[in-house]
C-alpha cells in the first residue's frame, strides 16, 4: 500500500516500530504520561497524544522528526508545559516530544557574556549554575520555563523593559527541521551583517517550522546593587502617566509593574503583603553602580510625586525584593484564589505606551459591561498588560469571559497595538492575526510554512489561520 494512502493509526504505528529499536526507553503511552502532555496552562481543551517521546539529544530529536517527516504523523514539541494558548495541545494521532531530558549547559564564555545551553533547561537552572561567575540570564516570564519554549513563544517577562525580549537575547540556535536535518544559525557574534536572519525566523515560531533544542544565550552582569520600591497611586492614569514619563526620559528602571486595585487586594491576601492598600500600585526595581541607582531613584521619585504617587515604600533586603517579585509573578495564583472553583483566563495585549491609559479606560468599561471579575496587571514599562478574566468553569463561563477577552483585544488592535505581547498565537489568538497583520503577510507566512514543512507534521493547527498561501 502506498505510503500516503495508510490510515492516520498505521503511520503512527509505524513510525514508533521504527524508533523503537533504538529509543524503546524513551517512549511512553502510560495513560498519565499522555495526560501530562495533553495540554498546558491554557483553558484550551486537551487532547491526549497518541504517545510520547523524551528526546535526550538533538540527534534524538532528528530521528523522531525524520521517521514522523517519511510517514506523514504530527510532533508537536514539549518543554515544562507552561504555556498558556494552547500551544502543546496535539492534534489527533500525534506524537509529544518532550525536550525536558535536554538540560545540559554545552558551554560558558564569561569574557564575552554568552554561553550555549539545550533547550531543556530552564532560566532559573541556569542562574543557579553560573552564579558564580557573576552573570545571570535576564528574561524573567515568571513560571518554570524551558528556554526552548521561551524561544519558541518570544517570551520576554517582567525584566524586559531594561534589557529586552527573547529575540534581543538569543545569538544564535540549533534547529532539527521537519526533515530531521540539523542546521545551526547565528553564530557568538554580536552582530552579522550576513545572510537571512533565520535566528529571529524561528524565534516566535512555536514550533511549526522546526524544534529547538539548543541556545546560544547573551549573558549579563549581575548588577552591583539592586533597590525596589512600591509606590501606589489614588488614580490609575497618574500611575500610567508616571511609567510613561520615566520611559520618555530615558531611566533605565530594571523593571516596572503595575496592578489595579483588584489586583492589588487579591495580592494583598493571597501573599500576605502587609502595610499595603488595595490601590493602583506600581512596583520598581533599579539596578545598577550605586550612584547610577541613587540617581535612577531620584528622578523616579520626583515624577511619581509631581504625578500625586503616594510616597516610596523602600524593600531595602534581598528578602523583602524576593517577597515583592513573587508576589507579582503569583498574580495569576492570587487572582484564582478570589474563586477557587472558576476558571482564569489572562489576555496579553501591547500598544504603544502613549496609549495604554487610553485602552486600560475602556477595558475597565468593557469589564463592567460584561459583569464579570477581572484583575489587572502588566509589564506597563513596555504597554503589555494582562487582564486576568475569572469565570465559571462552564461552557457559558467560558463563552462569556473569550467574548470579554475578543473585546479588549479589539481594542489593542484599533490603538495600533498587538493580540499579544509575549504569550504567543498558539490556539488561542489565530481569530486576530489576519487583522493584524494582513491577508498579504500571513500568505507569505504561510508560504515559509509550506516550504520548510511540506507534510504539516510540526505543530499543526498553531499560529496561522487557514488561508491562501502566496505565490508569487
Not at 165 to 184: D, Q, S, Y
Not at 406 to 420: H, N, P
Not at 464 to 470: C, E, M, S, T, W
Request: hydrophobic share 40%.
Amino acid at each position: 500500500m502506498p505510503e500516503n494512502s495508510a490510515s492516520a493509526a498505521d503511520r503512527l504505528h509505524a513510525v514508533l516500530t521504527t524508533l523503537r529499536a533504538s529509543m524503546a526507553d524513551q517512549i511512553s503511552t502510560a495513560p498519565s504520561v499522555r495526560e501530562e502532555h495533553s495540554h498546558g496552562e491554557a483553558m484550551t481543551a486537551a487532547h491526549l497524544p497518541e504517545a510520547v517521546i523524551f528526546a535526550e539529544s538533538t540527534q534524538d530529536v532528528s530521528a523522531v522528526l525524520s521517521a514522523c517527516h517519511a510517514h506523514r504523523v504530527p510532533v508537536v514539541a514539549f518543554g515544562a508545559g507552561t504555556s498558556i494558548e494552547g500551544h502543546v495541545v496535539p492534534p489527533e494521532y500525534a506524537i509529544s516530544l518532550d525536550l525536558s531530558r535536554m538540560t545540559d549547559i554545552l558551554a560558558v564564555n564569561a569574557e564575552d557574556l554568552d554561553c550555549r545551553v539545550q533547550a531543556g533547561l530552564t532560566r532559573q537552572s541556569l542562574n543557579a549554575q553560573i552564579r558564580d561567575t557573576g552573570l545571570f540570564f535576564p528574561v524573567d516570564p515568571g513560571g518554570e520555563a524551558t528556554l526552548g519554549g521561551m524561544c519558541a513563544t518570544r517570551a520576554s517577562g517582567t525584566a524586559a523593559v531594561r534589557y529586552g525580549t527573547m529575540k534581543e537575547n538569543v545569538l544564535g540556535l540549533t534547529v532539527v527541521l521537519a526533515t530531521g536535518e540539523i542546521i545551526r544559525t547565528g553564530g557568538r557574534v554580536r552582530k552579522s551583517s550576513t545572510g537571512y536572519d533565520l535566528t529571529s525566523l524561528f524565534i516566535g515560531s512555536e514550533g511549526t517550522l522546526g524544534v529547538i533544542t539548543e541556545v546560544q544565550l547573551r549573558l549579563h552582569g549581575r548588577p552591583e546593587t539592586l533597590s525596589a520600591a512600591v509606590c501606589q497611586f489614588e488614580n490609575l492614569h497618574n500611575a500610567v502617566q508616571t511609567v510613561m514619563e520615566i520611559i520618555q526620559c530615558g531611566i533605565p528602571v530594571n523593571r516596572v509593574e503595575l496592578m489595579d486595585p483588584v489586583q492589588m487586594q487579591a495580592s494583598i491576601q493571597f501573599s500576605k503583603l502587609e502595610g499595603y492598600r488595595a490601590l493602583t500600585t506600581l512596583f520598581f526595581e533599579f539596578a545598577g553602580a550605586p550612584a547610577a541607582v541613587q540617581e535612577q531613584v531620584s528622578a523616579t521619585e520626583a515624577l511619581a510625586e509631581a504625578n500625586n504617587g503616594l510616597g516610596f515604600a523602600w524593600a531595602e533586603s534581598a528578602e523583602d525584593r524576593s517577597r515583592l517579585w513573587k508576589a507579582r509573578h503569583d498574580a495569576f495564583w492570587a487572582a484564582k484564589a478570589l474563586a477557587p472553583q472558576a476558571r482564569v483566563i489572562s489576555t496579553d495585549c501591547i500598544v504603544p505606551i502613549s496609549r495604554l491609559g487610553t485602552l486600560i479606560d475602556g477595558v475597565y468599561q468593557d469589564i463592567k459591561a460584561s459583569g464579570l471579575r477581572a484583575p489587572l496587571l502588566g509589564h506597563v514599562g513596555d504597554g503589555n498588560f494582562h487582564t486576568l478574566i475569572i469565570t465559571e468553569d462552564t461552557p457559558e463561563g467560558h463563552a462569556q469571559a473569550w467574548e470579554l477577552d475578543k473585546k479588549i483585544v479589539a481594542r489593542a488592535l484599533a490603538l495600533e497595538g498587538s493580540c499579544s505581547g509575549e504569550h504567543g498565537v498558539g490556539i488561542g489568538k489565530l481569530d486576530f492575526l489576519e487583522t493584524e497583520h494582513g491577508a498579504g503577510a500571513l500568505g507569505v507566512m504561510r508560504a515559509l510554512k509550506n516550504t520548510m514543512d511540506p507534510h504539516r507534521i510540526l505543530n499543526p493547527g498553531k499560529l496561522l489561520p487557514a488561508g491562501p498561501a502566496y505565490t508569487g
